[in-house]
């Protein structure tokens, strides 16, 4: 077994790209035709697994814990279908955000660093959005999704133990770094001492991530030597 200097997990929304609401139709459209109801119209999505997004609108709108469990499923697969569909939609814009994919390309120069994913999207969820914006799924040596867990701080040890099981490499959680946009990627990876990294090219600004305490904040990633730099330090 390995040891690796670093493991990299990125986010995806409002992190690697945006899809302009392709997920939010999607997940309304499958709550609507499951539970007959979007639940609490003002409910922000960011920061939580989608999984997680169900059981709390839907706890909102009256539907028991119970109920839920019993339904996920289904609403899980219309989810990733209508998600799909929204993406092929001609009018549908998804791009990769500023900086992404020349820090992805300086990521894949480093022999001895991991780069994978650490997001809510469901795993089909984040290989659609990815390959709609231009960024190979395939890139991402590991990953760990919303669909692994409903709680967003049990996905470090998720995405450590992968590394582990799947690559063969050791890694310290004080080794790896989580690259996101909301405090929710701030926080999630402090249990096990994994650095977080902010971007504010989501809902929040610089200064309200810097709240957090973050290992570093940046406006956006256009600047690939100072979140190299970061991610290193």
Not at 166 to 190: F, K, N, Y
Request: proline content about 4%; some cysteine; glycine content about 10%.
């Amino acid at each position: 077994m390995r040891t690796v200097e670093r493991l990299v997990l990125f986010d995806i929304d409002g992190t690697l790209l945006r899809s302009h609401g392709a997920g939010r139709r999607a997940m309304e459209a499958a709550l609507v035709a499951t539970f007959g109801t979007t639940g609490p119209p003002r409910y922000r999505y960011d920061g939580k697994t989608d999984r997680q997004i169900v059981r709390e609108l839907m706890g909102a709108a009256g539907f028991d814990d119970a109920t839920i469990d019993e339904r996920m499923p289904a609403v899980v697969e219309r989810y990733v279908a209508g998600l799909q569909a929204e993406l092929a939609h001609p009018a549908t814009r998804v791009e990769a955000l500023t900086g992404v994919m020349d820090l992805l390309e300086a990521l894949a120069q480093r022999t001895d660093w991991v780069v994978g994913l650490l997001t809510g999207n469901l795993e089909p969820g984040a290989e659609h959005k990815l390959n709609a914006a231009g960024i190979p799924f395939g890139r991402f040596a590991i990953g760990a999704y919303g669909s692994d867990h409903e709680i967003r701080s049990a996905l470090p040890a998720i995405a450590q133990r992968r590394a582990r099981e799947r690559l063969g490499i050791h890694v310290e959680g004080t080794s790896m770094v989580i690259v996101g946009d909301t405090p929710a990627d701030i926080q999630c990876g402090q249990p096990i001492g994994a650095r977080a990294i902010a971007v504010a090219t989501g809902q929040y600004s610089e200064s309200a991530l810097a709240a957090h305490a973050p290992h570093a904040v940046f406006r956006d990633l256009s600047d690939t030597g100072a979140v190299l730099a970061a991610i290193d330090a």
